[in-house]
């Protein structure tokens, strides 16, 4: 079942921002969670969670970003955290009529932090996971950190550049859908994201196929093309200390986000638990370790009776 794209009935949402955003919700009428994919993901890497988080009380909510899966292109061209973020909003608050909701994001996961910026109050609690912490160059420098987790003369930032620098040339290159499929699946195997047999070939088949689009794996180049230069839609607000209560987790086999997040997000959260690190375990945690991020989920976001 982990893999089968017919699982949960998927609904749309037309938005005022112009966007359709495809989703799953399942649970109504428990407390919202919304789940926020990343990349090379859609709202499919979260299908060994969605179930067992209904049943435990959550009105699971896993929308597929702008770009992405099912969701439409942007008529605006704008793939970036605020632009992802006002999405979100407006299909959790706007259309389904959530005043406060949770929320879990890893990679992508930026937009989390952006919405609870962005929209004071809309986030109660939080889990935050292998991504980027908020921009504090100061505060990092001053503990003796790196002022930014990822850079270009990382092991494994080859596939920013080519992503990220000229994404219209990378694009061309991966002329046919078989092709993009390849670049996808291995960041799932041999690009070292996740940990060692985490995915089966049919899993990895299951996660690919969205992107063997050729305009939505485009499309999902965005938030790297912003290092380069291409303009926001605005900027992000990312550039402060959070103060939503946070479950910070890091699966310590990830070969693109380095073990120094952990400490930036012990000064990145006023309100952090943890972080607490999960051994042999990658960049896809929800899926890699689905019963205990779970669980995890339950304790910490479901209010206590």
Same mark, same amino acid.
């Given at each position: 079942?982990?893999?089968?794209?017919?699982?949960?009935?998927?609904?749309?949402?037309?938005?005022?921002?112009?966007?359709?955003?495809?989703?799953?919700?399942?649970?109504?009428?428990?407390?919202?969670?919304?789940?926020?994919?990343?990349?090379?993901?859609?709202?499919?890497?979260?299908?060994?969670?969605?179930?067992?988080?209904?049943?435990?009380?959550?009105?699971?909510?896993?929308?597929?970003?702008?770009?992405?899966?099912?969701?439409?292109?942007?008529?605006?061209?704008?793939?970036? &955290?605020? @632009?992802?973020? /006002?999405?979100?909003?407006?299909?959790?608050? *706007?259309?389904?009529?959530? !005043?406060?909701? +949770?929320? #879990?994001?890893?990679?992508?996961?930026?937009?989390?932090?952006?919405?609870?910026?962005?929209?004071?109050?809309?986030?109660?609690?939080?889990?935050?996971?292998?991504?980027?912490?908020?921009?504090?160059?100061?505060?990092?420098?001053?503990?003796?950190?790196?002022?930014?987790?990822?850079?270009?003369?990382? &092991?494994? @930032?080859?596939? /920013?550049?080519?992503?990220?620098?000229?994404? *219209?040339?990378?694009?061309? !290159?991966?002329? +046919?859908? #078989?092709?993009?499929?390849?670049?996808?699946?291995?960041?799932?195997?041999?690009?070292?994201?996740?940990?060692?047999?985490?995915?089966?070939?049919?899993?990895?088949?299951?996660?690919?196929?969205?992107?063997?689009?050729?305009?939505?794996?485009?499309?999902?180049?965005?938030?790297?093309?912003?290092?380069?230069?291409?303009?926001?839609?605005?900027?992000?607000?990312?550039?402060?200390?959070?103060?939503?209560?946070?479950?910070?987790?890091?699966?310590?086999?990830?070969?693109?986000?380095?073990?120094?997040?952990?400490?930036?997000?012990?000064?990145?959260?006023?309100?952090?638990?943890?972080?607490?690190?999960?051994?042999?375990?990658?960049?896809?945690?929800?899926?890699?370790?689905?019963?205990?991020?779970?669980?995890?989920?339950?304790?910490?976001?479901?209010?206590?009776?």
């Amino acid at each position: 079942m982990s893999s089968d794209p017919n699982a949960f009935s998927v609904h749309t949402a037309d938005l005022a921002t112009g966007v359709t955003l495809a989703y799953v919700r399942e649970g109504v009428g428990g407390v919202p969670l919304v789940l926020l994919h990343g990349y090379p993901e859609t709202k499919r890497i979260w299908w060994r969670n969605i179930a067992p988080l209904a049943a435990a009380g959550f009105e699971v909510i896993v929308p597929d970003l702008r770009g992405y899966g099912d969701s439409s292109l942007a008529p605006d061209g704008f793939y970036d &955290p605020a @632009a992802y973020a /006002r999405d979100t909003y407006a299909l959790v608050h *706007d259309v389904l009529g959530h !005043e406060r909701i +949770t929320a #879990a994001a890893g990679d992508v996961g930026v937009v989390m932090l952006d919405m609870a910026a962005r929209y004071p109050g809309l986030i109660t609690r939080q889990c935050f996971f292998n991504s980027v912490p908020p921009a504090l160059p100061e505060l990092y420098t001053a503990a003796g950190l790196p002022a930014s987790l990822l850079t270009d003369d990382h &092991p494994t @930032a080859d596939y /920013r550049i080519l992503q990220g620098r000229d994404g *219209d040339a990378f694009a061309a !290159e991966l002329a +046919t859908q #078989a092709l993009r499929r390849q670049w996808i699946a291995g960041m799932y195997g041999p690009r070292l994201w996740a940990s060692a047999g985490a995915f089966t070939a049919d899993d990895v088949d299951f996660h690919t196929e969205p992107f063997g689009d050729a305009q939505k794996l485009r499309a999902s180049w965005g938030p790297y093309e912003l290092a380069y230069g291409k303009p926001m839609s605005e900027l992000p607000m990312l550039f402060s200390v959070v103060e939503v209560p946070t479950l910070v987790l890091y699966g310590n086999a990830d070969h693109v986000v380095p073990d120094t997040f952990v400490e930036q997000c012990e000064l990145a959260f006023a309100r952090v638990t943890g972080p607490f690190v999960v051994p042999r375990t990658g960049h896809f945690l929800q899926w890699e370790r689905a019963e205990l991020f779970n669980a995890a989920l339950v304790e910490y976001l479901l209010p206590r009776q």
